[in-house]
Structure formats: C-alpha cells, structure tokens
C-alpha cells in the first residue's frame, strides 16, 4: 500500500525566511511524485511532478527535488502570498492512475 | 480553458435526502477522478474513470454512493440516502494520461448533511 508523510504539519515563517517541507513516501515503483497547493475553500492546484530520483523543478519562489525516498519542497524568501497548505502525492505502478495524498503541510508567511 | 466544473459549489441537505454532484472536466481528458476531503482523512480517491469507464471504485465508501460518466464531457456522483457523515468537500479532477500524470482538480463541493 502506498504511504505518503509530510511534515511539518503547521509552518510559520516570517517574510523572506526560507525554509524547506519534507514528503517521506513508501510505494511498489514510482510513477511520479507531485506537488499541490491549495488555498483555503479552492481545489488542490497542481504544481510540479517529479519523475526520477535527482530531478529538480523550479517555479518562482519554489524548488522540488526528489530522492528514492522523499522530496523537499524548498521555499525560498517567501511572501504573505505564498500562504497555503501544500499537499504532495505519489502514483505508483500498482496504482493505475491515481494519486495518494500526504496530510500536507499548512505554511504561513507573516509579513 | 475554463479548467474543471464542478457543481453546485454548497450543498446543504437533510439526513436521507439524494445528492448529485456534477462534474465537467477539462475537455480532451481522458481520465477522470472523484476525491473527498475530510480533516480527518484527508484526500481519498473515491472512483477513478478511464475514457468514461469505471476502473476502480474501491474507494467507494458504501452502496449508497454511485458514481456515473455517461460520455466524456459530464459525470455525476450520486449519495442515497444521504447521512451526516457524508458531509465533506467532494472533489472532482480530470487528466490527460497521454500527455502526462497529473491531475487538475475543479473548486470543489462542500457537503453538509444535517
């Protein structure tokens, strides 16, 4: 059964204070690993996927790197906005197509 | 593109009442997922289609959930009889498994079963 942990499960940064989320995941063969943000009463909003141990994706103030058994979410000089529960989630070979979800990591960035 | 359609966006009903949820996915998708959201659970897929065929409902929590997708534009989750522990955020998400692995999620139903 594929596992999916995230920690921390709260984050309080202040503005400009980078600091990194952590997805620890168990699964028969990864698919692919992704990240998720999502804002408070909104759909999970897709992010980046991550395909093989050693891959980085970068967007904006965001980073994902990926190892054979978690993958970091750096973040660096956040913002106010950047403010939201982040979810990662795995799909492995044994899983047709779908995903299983971590708890997520609830950040906030006090300006 | 609009992105995924779900509705209604708030749902309140009493206890035995059906519910119908309804989905529109990205158009082109050929894959097409229920989800559910709790504080308890988490996201938990509920039934997963794949050019409008169920392939996998294991996470259908009991019979009075249906799930349809009656061609590749519309599906609908269905719950009968309502009961108050249904109440959650049901999501619905869409993919295109040709060109890629991840899911786009529409903006979600809020359930409340009273």
């Known amino acids: 059964e594929d596992q999916v942990t995230q920690s921390p499960e709260a984050l309080r940064l202040q503005e400009g204070e980078s600091s990194s989320l952590n997805c620890s995941y168990t699964v028969s063969g990864l698919r692919g690993l992704f990240w998720y943000r999502q804002d408070p009463g909104k759909g999970p909003e897709f992010l980046f996927t991550?395909?093989?141990a050693g891959e980085e994706k970068e967007k904006e103030r965001l980073k994902a790197t990926l190892t054979k058994k978690e993958s970091f979410l750096h973040i660096t000089a956040p913002k106010p906005e950047d403010s939201a529960t982040y979810l990662c989630?795995?799909?492995?070979?044994?899983?047709?197509?779908?995903?299983?979800f971590g708890s997520g990591t609830q950040l906030t960035v006090l300006p | 593109d609009a992105g995924v359609i779900q509705s209604p966006r708030h749902e309140v009903t009493e206890m035995g009442q059906e519910v119908t949820l309804r989905c529109k996915p990205i158009s082109g998708h050929d894959s097409l997922f229920w989800y559910r959201q709790t504080m308890m659970r988490g996201l938990e897929l509920l039934i997963y289609?794949?050019?409008?065929?169920?392939?996998?409902d294991s996470g259908m929590p009991e019979d009075r959930f249906s799930a349809k997708m009656p061609n590749a534009s519309f599906s609908t989750l269905k719950i009968q009889p309502s009961e108050p522990r249904d109440s959650a955020v049901y999501f619905c998400a869409s993919s295109d498994t040709r060109r890629g692995l991840e899911a786009f999620f529409g903006q979600g139903t809020r359930l409340t079963v009273v």
């Open positions: 991550l395909y093989s």
């Open positions: 989630a795995v799909q492995s070979s044994g899983s047709a197509r779908q995903l299983t």
């Open positions: 289609f794949n050019n409008n065929v169920p392939i996998d």
